[in-house]
């Protein structure tokens, strides 16, 4: 059976998505629009970690995540983006799109809001789905981006498989290599801690613009780390890339430690992750940490290097650490036959 069925309401559509990992952060709103952000970000998704999202039409919204069933008001932004779109894209006219509700359910492979970008995952295949079972298509990948984007800035990359950029002020984000482009590089995501975070990254990017006094600093730094790190990915060099992506993450932070209040994710076995890594490079290892809105360490690295990585750090995680490859954008599943 074929994952696109044009809008009846028994069809379920089935879509997977991929989180997003910035290598180059996003963290700041610009404080017009929605999630329109204030520094440009560099991204790939990350193949091994999925989100599985199943979509019917229904009489009223509503949304289950990891079987817990949430406040569907939460995902109402992105939905009225879903069916405005129908209609400007001719799928439907404004008296069906009223009338269109979406029932969704969606699976994580991985924890959910503790730091491994859930959100750009989640949201991007809530976009695909309901587009789909709306009667749409994935095509226009701008519109869809531009949708994701309404429920989490990160979700605009993870529409997109690869290599991608979101840059500041932009609408959508697009891809800049395809994932083949660079077939050594690995990350490994080490789950250092399982509980969801204390504070969501919106609540977190907000606090640290209006309070933190190195927040200008970073937004005007940013752009010189942006420019290095997608130079480093067309030369393909990891080097380059791991140094400005370890620059990109600890400059973010340090905007976090100096707001009112302080905002910290880490725990204390990040630090010490972050200093194996550090013993790791002086051994000649390339590996160069990243973190998000979370205590958990991903770990740039290639693929002659991921077991030595793993090997280092293996002993502090708090579940099986998982090694990833620039992975694929989100897209209709096919069911078995
Ligand atoms: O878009 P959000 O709310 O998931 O925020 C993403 C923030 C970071 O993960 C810290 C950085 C990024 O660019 O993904």
Redesign the pocket.
């Known amino acids: 059976m074929d994952a696109r069925h044009p809008g009846t309401a028994d069809a379920a559509v089935h879509v997977r998505a991929h989180p997003?990992l910035?290598l180059i952060?996003?963290?700041g709103k610009q404080r017009s629009g929605t999630?329109i952000a204030a520094t440009s970000?560099l991204?790939i998704t990350l193949d091994r970690l999925t989100t599985d999202t199943f979509c019917t039409l229904a009489a009223s919204d509503t949304i289950t995540i990891d079987e817990t069933p949430r406040d569907p008001a939460t995902v109402t932004p992105v939905l009225d983006a879903v069916r405005a779109h129908l209609v400007d894209s001719g799928v439907r006219s404004s008296a069906e799109a009223v009338e269109l509700h979406f029932a969704v359910t969606s699976t994580n492979s991985f924890p959910t809001a503790a730091g491994l970008?859930s959100?750009?995952s989640g949201l991007a295949a809530l976009a695909a789905a309901a587009t789909l079972a709306g009667g749409g298509s994935l095509d226009d990948r701008a519109a869809l981006s531009r949708i994701a984007r309404i429920g989490?800035?990160?979700?605009a990359r993870s529409v997109f498989g690869g290599f991608t950029v979101w840059e500041a002020g932009a609408p959508s984000a697009e891809q800049i290599h395809p994932a083949e482009w660079w077939p050594e590089l690995r990350v490994v995501v080490l789950p250092l801690a399982t509980d969801a975070k204390e504070i969501s990254?919106?609540a977190a990017?907000n606090r640290t613009r209006d309070t933190s006094p190195y927040y200008p600093a970073w937004v005007e730094t940013a752009s010189e780390l942006f420019t290095r790190a997608r130079e480093a990915v067309r030369r393909r060099d990891l080097e380059a890339l791991g140094t400005a992506t370890q620059l990109s993450t600890m400059r973010?932070f340090a905007t976090m430690f100096a707001a009112e209040p302080p905002i910290v994710y880490w725990k204390p076995v990040t630090l010490t992750v972050l200093h194996r890594l550090a013993a790791l490079r002086a051994d000649g290892i390339p590996a160069w940490e990243t973190m998000?809105?979370g205590p958990q360490v991903k770990v740039l690295t290639d693929h002659k290097s991921a077991s030595a990585v793993l090997d280092a750090v293996r002993d502090l995680c708090a579940a099986d650490p998982i090694v990833c490859k620039p992975g694929p954008g989100v897209r209709a599943v096919s069911d078995p036959p």
């Open positions: 997003s910035a952060k996003y963290w999630n970000s991204a970008a959100s750009a989490s800035g990160s979700a990254s919106r990017m973010m998000d809105a």
